[in-house]
């Protein structure tokens, strides 16, 4: 996030030892109250405070105080509770699921169940949904969620059929194909609008390509 | 895994879906802290909020906002 909003390369990497990096002098002092107060809020020396004082005004350092305490308070959840990191990039988490598969269990189920494990981290979708093409028919492979998919079994056929992405409002299918050939299909499925959109639709279908010659390498004998 | 279970977009209030509808549409992921801590509507709903006043626009830049977040979460050895 810090990068997407312009801290650069170079300052991200001197955020480890703040004092190595040549920040200018308001940030550095900001960034050294961050340290004082992060290790010991009741230690924080008069000196530091006022250097802070003289380049910033009142509201600012409550501004200043408020993100270092807010992110302390969000870091000790986060850590005490194991929070899984939020895969938000799409590139990140395109990443995560190539190594996955790279290294992924023989049995597609499984794999699968970690692709919607990690697809989950980053996104929120009532129910996702993987399923495979056996014969005629689909049969699923992994599904995480509250929302069941097994009435739409029609709708999953249809859009196997049909090749193409089916997008609506509250659901999302896309057809895993390994070539020209259907292998199986990735259903979203949400009973609230407002969760899916086109960046969904650009992602779940480049997972799908992920999957396709995994799924195909694991088809059972016809 | 996290040590708790992030609640679906079934599992939480009207209020609580509303608000992660929009923090979708404005950055495009909703942070897993804030879907588990919805286990606790106000305290998600009241958080978003509070987030949104540290965060956002103010006084100070949104950049510096940004490295002192980064800061504080390295010194706490937190990856989140």
Redesign the interface.
Known sequence: MAKQLGVGEQALKGLNDIESFSFPPDEKIALRFADAMTRAAGQVDDALFSELRSLFSEPQIIEIASVIGAFNYFNRVNNALRMDITLGDPETLMMRIAELLAMAPPDPAAACDLVIDLLLQGRWYGSVGIRAKEGERLVRLAHHGTEASAAQDAEGEAALRSRATRMGASELIVPIRFGAEPVGIIEIRNNHPGLIDDKDRALVERIAGLLAPHLAAHRPPA | ????R?P????VTPEV?DA??KL??E???????F???AHRPEIAATLLA??RA??GP???P???????????????????
């Open positions: 895994m996290g040590r708790l992030r679906s977009p079934d599992e879906r992660f509808i979708k549409a950055r495009g992921n909703i942070p897993n802290m879907r588990t801590i509070h987030y540290v965060m103010g006084t100070v949104i950049v510096l906002k940004e490295m002192l977040a980064v800061r504080v979460s390295r010194l706490n050895s937190c990856d989140y």
